[in-house]
């Protein structure tokens, strides 16, 4: 599990990368922990964000959705603190706003899966023909639930799948949830914009010790 955790915010980082590998960065505003950053490709909008902060508050907006964080009074240092890369267990628990099309997490047929298989596993040894059950739960359930993107449907159809001895337990305790690609895309578009934003103050300071 913990490897497709890994595999889900690798593939939003190199999708992020590729989208934005043009984008320029405008400091609309800059006053103390008043800030208002946007990032986009020059003459185009195409997956355009906006990271505002105020005290204890930080807003993620753009192509992919909106999110609103809020934990320390500087919300740019509360991101540092992961030494540039994601957290998004520990940032999703000081989410304060989520866009309601995109939340932070979804149905994941992965995890849906991953479950199924867990109970089949734990149960093969006691059934006569493990290998007939789960040629049935792959057609019955996998193939006809897993991808269909819905939560309560997937559930209905493991607590009433039952062959050849074999049925599931303990279907209602399953979190059939995954971090969203637009949530752990918004992350590290959070983390590049502060690095960069930092990196322009930097040279803006530089620039008035030169002068």
Known sequence: MATAKRKDEELA????????????????????????LRFRKPGTGLYWYDIVTMPGRLT???????????????????????????????WAEKLQAQDVHSPAREYSRDVFIGHVMEDFWNSRETLDDAADVWREIREELLDEYGPSGDQSLAIAAAMDFRYGGFEFYDVTDWRLTAYSHQFLYALHAIVDGIRRYREHSASLQLAEVAA
């Open 60 to 90: 993620f907006h753009g192509d992919i959705g909106t999110y609103v964080f809020a934990r320390t009074e500087d919300m740019f240092t509360f991101f540092e603190g992961s030494g540039g890369r994601i957290n998004p267990s520990y």
């Open 13 to 36: 980082l190199h999708m992020f990368k590729i989208d934005t590998a043009d984008h320029a960065m405008e400091v609309a505003l800059d006053q103390g922990l008043y800030r208002h």
